[in-house]
């Protein structure tokens, strides 16, 4: 059974950390690319950051270059986000995506996780 579980959300204030985990089970996660996703009330979804198989190439939004890290852990099955001078906009729902391309596309996604940057 596949499973992205992510932990690590709560309420910050501005300014301060985070750090967010997703461990994955039931598929071999080394082969998959992991990436951040988050989604604010009102918005689309859209790509915090991305980290390849072996971590040789890392993407991330303009919106969260300076201020996040993405990580992974191919041993213990886990890719990590740490959030760093947070802001009231980056409040929103933390999603895990892992993405394989071949031999056939598909992804899992976790449940999410609430990130609150407020006061």
């Known amino acids: 059974q596949v499973q992205l579980v992510e932990s690590g959300g709560g309420l910050v204030q501005p300014g301060g950390s985070l750090r967010l985990s997703c461990a994955a089970s039931g598929f071999t996660f080394s082969s998959y690319d992991m990436s951040w996703y988050r989604q604010a009330p009102g918005k689309e979804r859209e790509l915090v950051a991305l980290i390849t198989t072996a971590g040789s190439r890392i993407n991330y939004a303009d919106s969260v270059k300076g201020r996040f890290t993405i990580s992974r852990d191919n041993a213990k099955n886990t890719v990590y986000l740490q959030m760093s001078s947070l802001k009231p906009e980056d409040t929103a729902v933390y999603y895990c995506?892992?993405?394989?391309?071949?031999?056939?596309?598909?992804?899992?996604w976790g449940q999410g996780t609430q990130v609150t940057v407020s006061s």
């Open positions: 995506n892992a993405l394989i391309r071949w031999p056939k596309m598909h992804d899992y």
